[in-house]
């Protein structure tokens, strides 16, 4: 319900003045004051409704929510989905909340502002909300080798097992660290050198370099952060393609053809 179309109408604020304002009432016509605090009457107490013409809800409806009066239906979360970044963990599962269950996009600034985390400009909504979702306890693990697989693993929207890092410290154990420059090195590996091996999914993308190049390097700036500052590494990215069983959820974990180097 709009305002324009509430013709005769007053608002209900009219309500709670004296009645010498009520006065040059028509049948069926609200005086002028009736009519000029319908605007008040949107912007502080809403319309009862969120739809295409009404786009932003009154200040009441921002505090309380809305339920639909006939259906009973959720229509807008109260105030507290505006401390909700809108991804759940359930059964070890990313769940992402609906629209007026989490926080405006114009609010994840302001939010990750509360858990100490900048938001790059580079990141995409659904990736800004993961991060806001799983900062607070990686903090307690910067600078070790879980907790850097677990934020790569939140910025990639992957399994933990999607990230690896080897500090190619382990002997040569065939079967077990036998891949020489992937998990182990003859000898030892170079003093304070690790290998972080992860994939990255490009489904979705238009421009495949484009969007590769983006991940790259968004990976890279978040080991530089990360890592402890006498390290160094080398990265290697992979882009999974059809494997029956294991990536093969085409638009998902998969790639058709061979990604542009």
Do not use: C
Not at 16 to 21: D, G, K, M, Q, T
């Amino acid at each position: 319900m709009t305002i324009n179309q509430r013709p005769g109408k007053a608002s209900q604020l009219l309500d709670y003045l004296p009645a010498i304002f009520q006065q040059g009432s028509k049948p069926g016509e609200s005086n002028f004051i009736g009519r000029f605090l319908l605007a008040f009457e949107r912007i502080l107490l809403g319309l009862g409704e969120v739809s295409e013409e009404i786009q932003e809800p009154g200040l009441e409806e921002i505090l309380g929510g809305i339920v639909d009066p006939d259906t009973q239906t959720t229509q807008l979360a109260g105030i507290q989905r505006y401390f909700e970044p809108g991804v759940r963990l359930r059964s070890g599962e990313e769940v992402f909340l609906r629209t007026w269950e989490s926080a405006p996009t114009d609010f994840l600034p302001w939010l990750a502002g509360w858990v100490a985390l900048t938001l790059r400009q580079d990141w995409t909504e659904e990736e800004k909300r993961r991060f806001i979702s799983r900062i607070v306890p990686l903090y307690r693990q910067r600078g070790t080798k879980k907790g850097l697989r677990e934020l790569l693993s939140a910025y990639t929207g992957l399994p933990r097992d999607s990230v690896e890092i080897y500090e190619l410290t382990q002997p040569l154990q065939v079967g077990i660290t036998s891949k020489v420059g992937v998990d182990t090195a003859i000898g030892s590996g170079p003093p304070h050198f690790f290998m972080v091996k992860m994939s990255l999914s490009l489904s979705g993308a238009t421009d495949f370099t484009e969007e590769r190049s983006r991940k790259e390097q968004i990976a890279r700036s978040i080991i530089d952060q990360e890592k402890p500052a006498h390290t160094y590494y080398e990265l290697l990215v992979q882009f999974p393609t059809i494997q029956v069983g294991v990536t093969s959820t085409v638009g998902k974990d998969t790639l058709l053809g061979i990604p542009p180097n």
